[in-house]
């Protein structure tokens, strides 16, 4: 299938993206409905094929850093049929396909296996989020994994092996979690059926050919720290976005004129995280932090919670000091010795790389580096001609 180089634009609506081909701007389906802000970044190189859809091309995958990450989720489960042909699947080992697309009850699952005379039944998931060292997933809210999860779990007791894989489609990553910050349901549901379902995240590589290398291992997932970290406690980010010059009112700091612009305030709760973020997000409350302000008078464009034990809150204002347009001087810091927790950015931060890494580095690979230290895993620079043909796909 031939591939056609393309370059990110924008993204019009979860399943549409436009791009910048040889031939001019075009839009292209996007099989993937997760938020994808660390990958569809201005520029971002992608890899499109025809499609017999109502538009004329579909994205495969997009290139981040040195790798090309596959975005078709339709695709993963053809790499997982592969991976079992050859045994590639940790602990799925010689067993044998009764059944794609299994239906049992309400529930839909990937694949209805057969091993040691057990049934089993595998769910995939396509893992497009990490950081330097730590893939999470969901990257978006995800009701019917959940659901999944908790069906899967009561199947158990009826017979079933229930099996959980997920495709990381990077060799970086020494670790996998469920990613909490974003959706703490799947998490917490992850987490209690984590002794009853059988949870492999696998490091796959795709080339430019989207010709995919395994590497038949598992991740190591760090339930204790994820046990400790997992709590609805930590700092957040929330975006604000003002389109027109205002001045306001901020309490004690008295009236600040605010240039139009993307504002980033830098926040924290030590319980009642999610209740506290969702706080700013409301035109109507009483005006008690200097945030209420300006909240009431802006649209909240994100949500960020950073959810973690220790406190970060300062350390975090002091890193988008340093990356920052401009900063509204002592906004949020009456108590503190840092110069604000109000940040401007002049364009939308979320599409800014460095801003991305810095809540991919606070949200996955700082929790858990002291549990990576010393740990080593035969993904790290692994050549890709050192993997054995057998287990290669080509898409």
Not at 20 to 31: D, H, I
Not at 85 to 95: F, H, Q, T, Y
Not at 144 to 165: N, S
Request: hydrophobic residues 40%; charged residues 25%.
């Amino acid at each position: 299938m031939k591939r056609i180089l393309a370059y990110f634009l924008d993204r019009p609506n979860r399943f549409v993206v436009r791009v910048e081909t040889k031939n001019g701007v075009v839009s292209a389906y996007l099989p993937n409905p997760g938020r994808l802000w660390e990958i569809l970044l201005p520029g971002t190189p992608l890899l499109l094929a025809a499609s017999s859809g109502t538009l004329p091309y579909v994205v495969m995958a997009a290139k981040r850093a040195n790798e090309w990450i596959l975005l078709h989720t339709h695709m993963a489960n053809r790499a997982a049929r592969h991976m079992l042909a050859r045994n590639l699947v940790p602990g799925l080992e010689d067993s044998e396909l009764i059944r794609p697309e299994f239906t049992i009850g309400d529930s839909r699952f990937d694949f209805l296996l057969e091993r040691d005379g057990q049934k089993v039944l595998l769910e995939v998931k396509s893992c497009t989020l990490f950081g330097k060292e730590v893939a999470a997933f969901p990257d978006a809210v995800t009701a019917r994994g959940k659901r999944h999860i908790e069906e899967m779990a009561r199947l158990t007791k009826e017979g079933f092996k229930a099996f959980l894989l997920f495709i990381v489609n990077s060799l970086s990553p020494r670790a996998f979690i469920p990613d909490y910050h974003t959706d703490f349901d799947f998490a917490t549901a992850l987490a209690n059926a984590r002794n009853i379902i059988d949870i492999a995240p696998v490091a796959v590589r795709w080339d430019e050919e989207l010709t995919m290398r395994v590497n038949p291992e598992r991740l190591t997932i760090p339930w204790q720290i994820i046990d400790r970290e997992m709590a609805d406690s930590g700092a957040y980010m929330v975006i604000f976005e003002l389109k027109e010059p205002k001045t306001i009112k901020i309490g004690s700091l008295g009236e600040i004129s605010f240039r139009p612009a993307y504002y980033v305030y830098v926040g924290s709760a030590k319980k009642n995280l999610s209740a506290r973020v969702n706080r700013h997000s409301r035109k109507r409350k009483n005006e008690h932090w200097h945030i209420d302000y300006l909240s009431s008078a802006s649209k909240a464009t994100r949500l960020l919670p950073i959810r973690t034990q220790e406190d970060i809150e300062c350390l975090l204002s002091k890193d988008l000091m340093g990356i920052c347009d401009f900063a509204i001087t002592n906004f949020g810091a009456s108590d503190c010795d840092c110069r604000s927790h109000l940040f401007g950015f002049l364009k939308d931060p979320i599409k800014r790389t460095d801003f991305v890494n810095l809540l991919l580095y606070y949200r996955l690979d700082r929790p858990y580096r002291g549990a990576l230290i010393g740990h080593t895993s035969s993904t790290s620079g692994m050549p890709l001609a050192g993997i054995a043909p057998s287990t290669r796909l080509h898409l």
